[in-house]
């Protein structure tokens, strides 16, 4: 991860998911229960993984996407989640 926040008094959550991957605090979506069961039922019917939003996260960090590039996606994600 980069930086300790345990050093500054603020520790950083370390989730242990069942297939055994670990998910950071610092990674987690926020949101209200039902808004995250439904991101997180779109994923797993969707084959997401911590990998693919990590890998996503780290591509995204070199080279941002443009609005067209995220706009779809996004679009993809609410109306998927809602429906």
Same mark, same amino acid.
Request: hydrophobic share 45%.
């Given at each position: 991860?980069?930086?300790?926040f345990g050093e500054i008094g603020n520790p950083n959550?370390?989730?242990?998911?069942d297939n055994g991957d670990i /998910?950071?605090?610092c990674q987690t979506w926020w949101g209200s229960e039902e808004k995250m069961n439904? /991101?997180?039922?779109?994923?797993?019917?969707?084959?997401?993984?911590i990998e693919d939003v990590r890998?996503?996260?780290?591509?995204a960090r070199v080279k941002p996407p443009t609005p067209n590039e995220v706009e779809p996606?996004?679009?993809? /994600?609410?109306?998927d989640s809602n429906g």
């Open positions: 991860m980069g930086f300790d959550p370390c989730i242990l998911l /998910v950071w605090g439904k /991101v997180l039922d779109w994923c797993r019917n969707n084959g997401v993984t890998m996503a996260d780290e591509i996606f996004s679009r993809q /994600v609410a109306e």
